[in-house]
């Protein structure tokens, strides 16, 4: 399994590119598609220092919309400045936006013709405020937020800022759906071990991802999907009222996944290893909204995922990697991973096969 140290080491320090077109790019009022620096990973910049100012609005549109899909905005000022630059992470695309206040929101029809995206963001400077699901909070320098791009939503910049956010398909995070609602425009504060990490890893995967070579992108996104997946499920944690059943079912989720190799891993040597019954297993996970069952099956479909972004992945074969992991069918093994992720570990494995649909928007 890719390790998230091993991801840090990939991660060298490095100054920020911060960088927008010049020369003949300039006469290009359009932002530029995602483009490839033979062996490094695709990526797109482009900013408005030489946009005539009666068109920057027109500008922004399209930037925004290829950045976090379809949009509506308004900017403070007209002549508003600034540059977005994107790489592309297999089926994550970072980007580093920068410029003036601006309000950007997404509305019910707009949302009709979503892709289904996750926004994950990390406020470097200035401050942000994110509205969505009747919750309204307010960001400073190094907090993050969770936004959903297929429920109506509000963010609004109040001064200069710079933000860095991560745009991925919302399934891919495999957080069932009523739990994501709970941590969507909730303040994300680096006061856990766990937020500072994130935080940490972020700048250090955006400030060095003009030089990361190409292969390394389904690992790096990989263990970038991890790392969110444990942050948003101790924000679910930390929305939930304070319990000792809380506490005791987090033990037990962490006892499965230490044990997920276990091919004799059920709800029945879960409950003997943990000295509680069977009956008080479930209920534990019954007041989750989820199974025991269901989180074996998620934690051996990770390891799954994990195993197939891997660099070697291609040298492997599906049915070897999800044998690997308890599973003794391969066309079961691809429906689950296709229910949980939103994709078939085919795409996942190899990014150039993914549908048109989410093709579009990685490079519009």
Not at 26 to 49: D, F, K, R, W, Y
Request: positive net charge; charged residues 20%.
């Amino acid at each position: 399994m890719f390790e998230v140290k091993e991801a840090m080491r990939i991660l060298t320090p490095a100054r920020t590119v911060n960088k927008i077109q010049t020369g003949r790019e300039a006469a290009n009022t359009s932002p530029s598609p995602l483009t490839q620096v033979p062996g490094l990973l695709l990526s797109s910049i482009c900013g408005t220092e030489f946009i005539p100012v009666e068109k920057r609005g027109a500008w922004w549109r399209q930037a925004l919309d290829q950045t976090l899909g379809a949009v509506d905005f308004s900017l403070t000022d007209k002549r508003n400045s600034g540059a977005i630059r994107t790489f592309q992470l297999s089926h994550l695309k970072l980007a580093t936006m920068e410029g003036g206040p601006m309000r950007i929101w997404r509305t019910q029809r707009a949302v009709m013709e979503s892709n289904g995206l996750l926004v994950v963001m990390l406020v470097i400077a200035g401050s942000a405020t994110v509205e969505q699901d009747n919750r309204l909070i307010v960001l400073k320098p190094g907090e993050m937020v969770f936004y959903d791009m297929s429920r109506p939503m509000l963010l609004e910049f109040h001064k200069n800022f710079r933000a860095n956010s991560i745009v991925f398909p919302r399934r891919l995070l495999g957080l069932p759906e009523e739990n994501l609602q709970r941590i969507t425009a909730m303040p994300i504060r680096p006061d856990t071990a766990m937020a500072s990490l994130v935080a940490s890893f972020l700048m250090r995967l955006f400030d060095t991802a003009a030089r990361c070579p190409s292969p390394t992108g389904a690992p790096l996104a990989s263990s970038t999907l991890d790392l969110l997946s444990l942050l948003a499920e101790e924000q679910v944690f930390l929305s939930s009222p304070s319990s000792v059943n809380l506490d005791r079912l987090l033990e037990i989720k962490r006892f499965i996944e230490l044990n997920i190799a276990e091919s004799g891993l059920t709800a029945q040597s879960v409950a003997h290893a943990n000295s509680i019954s069977v009956r008080y297993l479930h209920k534990l996970f019954q007041s989750d909204g989820s199974t025991v069952g269901g989180w074996i099956q998620r934690c051996r479909l990770q390891k799954c995922r994990s195993e197939l972004a891997r660099l070697d992945a291609m040298k492997r074969s599906i049915a070897g990697v999800a044998h690997q992991w308890g599973f003794t069918s391969a066309s079961h093994f691809s429906r689950s991973f296709r229910s949980l992720y939103g994709i078939s570990p085919a795409e996942w494995r190899a990014p150039g096969e993914i549908s048109q649909g989410v093709r579009s928007w990685m490079n519009p």
